[in-house]
């Protein structure tokens, strides 16, 4: 197998690097390419190759469709596709993709909007850019008092709305990363999972908003709801967040570039990271089932 893996300029965080040198390791040719997260275009792809790793975080649609163009062209995978990352990354496409098992979402253009789904609910609204990560750029919204904090927020997304939902207080007691993955057969299979606990005080799990991870079992409900998110998001790789809100799971957010592999392998003494590249590899030989 040629292996063509994309990333972003360094550093690169652990579990790229974790993942590259395991999908590296089962290739006999890896050839790394360098991608800025707003290039609009891939660059030539090498000779020969048989799959293509994406891990470059870009979210530009023009990026992905080309990808996805440049990868039917050729006839080999791309790992995650293009389309279906830039869905998972966009919150907005919660409401339509999985409107049964997420909090109450809105997607709101305006600060009078926010207002009123505040002054509706009576309660506490999360304001998120639907192309957030690590935490960054979510506020709580308590009402007038945050309107220049959600101002600036909206200010940012010019194209479209920033997402709006309920504020789960039961998420407060920390939420669980799911990795779901194609299996041997083409199914979807949990690969990694851990737990995340805010900070002290804190509300948000993130590890880089100071949350902490920590070791944990993944319930039945928690593994179905899981790999019942992975089939709609049809992604290769997927990490799932979800907590509880009144006993009940919810799905917090999907992530195409997700990360997690090395810690579950470290507290487990497993080899989910082998597993992943055992997946590109069937990818590259045999396609999507």
Not at 68 to 74: C, E, F, R, S
Request: negative net charge; contains cysteine; proline residues 6%.
């Amino acid at each position: 197998m040629k292996l063509w893996i994309l990333i972003n300029p360094p550093p690169v965080s652990e579990d790229t690097a974790y993942l590259v040198g395991r999908a590296s390791s089962r290739a006999a040719e890896a050839v790394i390419s360098v991608i800025a997260p707003a290039d609009e275009t891939p660059p030539a792809p090498p000779d020969g190759i048989d799959a293509i790793l994406n891990r470059s975080f870009n979210t530009r649609p023009n990026f992905l469709h080309r990808l996805d163009a440049l990868a039917a062209k050729l006839g080999i995978p791309s790992i995650n596709p293009g389309a279906a990352s830039l869905r998972a990354c966009d919150k907005r496409t919660y409401i339509g993709d999985f409107p049964a098992v997420i909090p109450g979402t809105w997607e709101l253009h305006t600060l009078e909007d926010i207002l009123r789904l505040q002054r509706e609910l009576g309660d506490e609204v999360v304001l998120k850019d639907p192309y957030g990560k690590h935490g960054k750029d979510i506020i709580r919204f308590r009402g007038e008092a945050d309107s220049a904090e959600a101002s600036t927020l909206i200010a940012k997304i010019p194209e479209g709305g920033v997402v709006a939902q309920v504020f789960c207080r039961g998420f407060l007691a920390g939420d669980k990363r799911i990795i779901v993955q194609r299996g041997k057969g083409g199914d979807f299979e949990a690969a990694a999972w851990f737990g995340r606990v805010p900070a002290p005080g804190g509300w948000k799990s993130n590890v880089s908003a100071g949350g902490r991870i920590v070791v944990c079992d993944l319930e039945d409900d928690e593994r179905a709801l899981a790999l019942a998110v992975a089939e709609v998001a049809a992604l290769d790789y997927v990490g799932i967040d979800m907590a509880r809100e009144n006993g009940r799971c919810l799905l917090i957010e999907t992530n195409a570039y997700t990360g997690g592999h090395i810690n579950f392998d470290v507290d487990h003494r497993a080899k989910s990271g082998d597993d992943f590249a055992l997946m590109i590899q069937r990818l590259a030989a045999e396609g999507r089932r």
